[in-house]
């Protein structure tokens, strides 16, 4: 069930209880808040439960239980991986179409985005390349001025100066104190310099939520010999990796930093913290033996 509009005026969505199966796939009780004003980071494998997520934040989707409070579809702005248009269509055309359903529409934004995107008015949407094609939804969603602004892998397979313009262009429409960003992506240098909170996913459970630099101050990469591994704090390692010269894995701040020395103890880069999490919880440790 999606209603418009949450209890409290500062979170732009609030979920309790979502669960959603698709085919072999569930997406487990999710209870999710965004406040006004920050960007959400949507991180996981292939097949975690983000796209889920966005479709049933947009009525994409019908839960099979929970409550979805979140702006209605005239007050948000969507930019999935590929354009939604019709192939024939052009910037005119989207503008055409959109217009009517949005109360808030700006031509004048809509064209002043097209010429700092630098997107043509008239070629249509299959002559674009990837990178305009992005950049052609991204001024649509943000023609009508949304409260929330929804990405979904938007700069995947795009080069380093297109998605440097997208990025500005999210921190540009973040300066606004009352939008909100969800933006879900596999490049985790993106989430890492955008997102204020991180919702981390794997086979359909929530398995970290909370702020972005917490995340990364919490855990440790440590490195060491294999007899450094007879310790009862072994069973709080995440992702660890065996192989002949010794061992590496992830670990709580204060587990690494209490651990017997010699370690080689340092800070995790979000993608390697995500793979680890991923791959090896305290309640499903996993190991990768190497010859």
Request: glycine residues 6%.
């Amino acid at each position: 069930m999606t209603t418009a509009t949450p209890n409290n005026p500062d979170t732009v969505v609030r979920i309790r209880g979502l669960r959603k199966r698709r085919g072999t796939f569930t997406l487990h009780d999710l209870d999710l808040d965004i406040p006004r004003g920050y960007v959400l980071g949507l991180a996981g494998t292939n097949a975690s439960g983000k796209t889920t997520i966005i479709n049933s934040i947009t009525g994409a989707l019908i839960p099979d239980a929970g409550n979805i409070h979140a702006p209605t579809n005239e007050h948000i702005g969507v930019v999935l991986d590929t354009p939604f248009y019709p192939q024939h269509w052009t910037a005119e055309n989207i503008e055409n179409a959109s217009a009517p359903f949005y109360p808030t529409w700006s031509p004048q934004r809509y064209r002043d985005l097209l010429q700092q995107l630098r997107i043509p008015l008239h070629t249509k949407i299959k002559n674009l390349s990837r990178g305009q094609g992005m950049k052609l939804q991204a001024a649509a969603a943000l023609a009508h001025n949304p409260e929330l602004l929804i990405l979904d892998e938007p700069t995947a397979g795009l080069d380093p100066l297109t998605r440097d313009d997208l990025l500005d262009l999210i921190a540009e429409y973040m300066e606004n104190p009352n939008h909100t960003t969800l933006y879900s992506s596999h490049i985790t240098t993106d989430l890492e310099r955008i997102s204020d909170h991180l919702l981390l996913l794997h086979q359909g459970r929530a398995i970290y939520n909370g702020p972005t630099p917490d995340l990364l101050e919490n855990y440790r990469l440590i490195r060491g010999n294999l007899h450094d591994l007879n310790n009862p704090n072994r069973r709080h390692l995440y992702g660890l990796r065996v192989h002949t010269a010794g061992f590496e894995a992830h670990a709580p701040t204060h587990i690494a930093n209490t651990w017997p020395r010699p370690l080689v103890v340092e800070r995790p880069t979000l993608d390697s913290l995500i793979i680890a999490l991923a791959k090896g919880h305290p309640a499903q440790l996993q190991e990768t033996s190497h010859e």
